[in-house]
């Protein structure tokens, strides 16, 4: 987990910037706000755009395991996610805090993320073009 | 050099201290809509940060929240001065 912060702290400002960082920050059942955000990613990833994603608050949720969204006769967004390697999105981070106020662990997760502490996230933000929140 | 606007209230959300978490030295944070409410000298967001703070008027004046009840540093814009301050930052980053 260190390891994934001092990265990032060090890529702002030295690396050139990435174009896109989506925010995951609903649950994801009951709205559509998760497959919106889930469509632009893979969209734009499409159209070359370089993606990251962030989850944090309520949107740690969207990473559980098991997830039956049909049972309330949804989709969900697990098999987009599943999708992401094909689309070479690969910057996939998720706020530990956010994960432990939740009691979910980073390695219970269904898709593999970077874990990031607090003070990591600004320089997240920085280091990308623009910003869309979900 | 990000501008974040916030349009939830702080009261019955957990928007503006998510949105605190992200902000760097040199961001900019613009309360609307019921945002406002998280101006109020009552209401205390999760940390303070070398930020810019505003508040939109026409937001402050809808809701009946007197200037004076907002925390000091807190700078009030009207509708233009929220599209020169879109001018002056380099995104904006919609919290909601």
């Not at chain 1, 709205?31 to 499409?46: K, P």
């Not at chain 1, 009691?103 to 970077?114: A, N, R």
Request: charged letters at 20%; a negative charge.
């Amino acid at each position: 987990m260190s390891n994934t912060q001092s990265q990032v702290e060090s890529d702002t400002g030295t690396e050139t910037m990435s174009d896109m960082l989506i925010i995951f920050r609903k649950a994801p059942v009951g709205t559509s706000w998760a497959r919106e955000a889930m469509d632009l990613a893979l969209v734009s990833a499409a159209f070359g755009q370089k993606i990251s994603l962030l989850f944090m608050g309520d949107g740690v949720f969207q990473l559980a395991q098991n997830q039956q969204p049909s049972a309330v006769e949804q989709k969900g967004t697990q098999a987009m996610m599943q999708a992401l390697p094909m689309y070479d999105i690969e910057q996939i981070y998720v706020h530990q805090d956010s994960l432990d106020q939740r009691g979910m662990d980073s390695d219970q997760l269904h898709i593999d993320c970077q874990s990031l502490d607090s003070k990591a996230l600004p320089g997240l933000l920085q280091q990308h073009k623009q910003v869309f929140n979900f | 050099m990000i501008l974040h606007t916030v349009n939830k209230s702080v009261f019955t959300s957990n928007t503006l201290n998510e949105c605190l978490l992200t902000v760097a030295r040199n961001d900019g944070v613009l309360l609307i809509e019921d945002g406002v409410y998280g101006a109020l000298k009552t209401a205390h967001p999760a940390e303070q940060h070398e930020v810019s703070w505003y508040v939109l008027k026409e937001d402050l004046q809808a809701r009946g929240i007197a200037p004076e009840t907002c925390r000091e540093g807190i700078t009030l814009v009207d509708y233009t001065g929220f599209v020169e301050l879109t001018e002056q930052y380099a995104s904006v980053c919609s919290w909601f």
